[in-house]
């Protein structure tokens, strides 16, 4: 997990509310991404970025929103519209044009 | 379109046994091929990958997996197995002509029985 810190561990959120999860790298890396883990299901992309001020839609992006304002964060927000927010959130990076992808520890959000 | 399967949910494992965790793709160009682990409530941690090269490949903590193109399989496995290697583990893939993005597999969980 080290250099790519996730926050909070854990959030619980209302429904109808907004949340947003951060993510951060000190790897100097290009590219940062959004996965969603559901039970059985492995994980799934919501959102990437190659670069700053650039990003792209992954298979899941209904309901999230996401900015590359910098290099080393790449926030994402949950919206009231995603219907089933509820999961484990993992960011990860990479060096763009490389391949191996560095994962962060994580968030798990509820909705209660 | 690129897709991966592990076709075992759970594999058991006695403790000093060799261990193979399996995985199939399909992508459209040459593979790029992971292997990560997961321990509980943290993220993944890369293991190995094939890129190109000789077909076995070897990782971090032991690990190994053998590329096999003609039936499209990149296996993990480890000479003998240990309590600690129990997790959850992804195979992923990704084409050499699209994006960085990674497509995973459903995850096996291999428990080692001292």
């Known amino acids: 997990d080290g250099g790519i810190t996730q926050s909070p561990k854990y959030l619980f959120r209302k429904e109808g509310q907004n949340v947003t999860l951060s993510c951060e790298q000190n790897?100097?890396?290009?590219?940062m991404y959004w996965y969603r883990q559901d039970p059985g299901q492995g994980l799934r992309l919501i959102y990437y970025?190659?670069?700053?001020?650039?990003?792209q839609k992954g298979d899941i992006a209904e309901g999230y929103s996401v900015s590359r304002e910098k290099k080393e964060s790449f926030p994402l927000t949950v919206t009231s519209a995603q219907k089933n927010p509820t999961a484990f959130y993992l960011c990860?990076?990479?060096?763009?044009?490389?391949?191996?992808?560095?994962f962060g520890p994580g968030t798990r959000l509820t909705v209660l | 379109a690129q897709s991966v399967a592990q076709p075992e949910d759970q594999v058991n494992v006695a403790e000093g046994n060799p261990l193979t965790v399996k995985c199939t793709y399909s992508?459209?160009?040459?593979?790029?091929l992971f292997w990560y682990v997961q321990y509980p409530n943290r993220g993944l941690q890369f293991l190995l990958k094939?890129?190109?090269?000789?077909?076995l490949v070897k990782g971090s903590y032991g690990f190994e997996a053998e590329f096999n193109k003609s039936q499209t399989s990149f296996h993990l496995k480890k000479p003998s197995a240990l309590v600690s290697d129990s997790a959850l583990y992804f195979c992923?893939?990704?084409?050499?002509?699209?994006?960085?993005?990674?497509?995973f597999g459903t995850g096996t969980r291999l428990t080692v029985i001292p």
């Open positions: 970025s190659q670069i700053v001020n650039d990003f």
């Open positions: 992923a893939v990704r084409d050499s002509t699209g994006a960085n993005n990674l497509f």
């Open positions: 094939y890129i190109t090269g000789d077909n």
């Open positions: 990860a990076s990479s060096i763009e044009g490389a391949d191996t992808q560095y």
């Open positions: 992508v459209s160009g040459n593979p790029y």
């Open positions: 790897l100097n890396h290009d590219a």
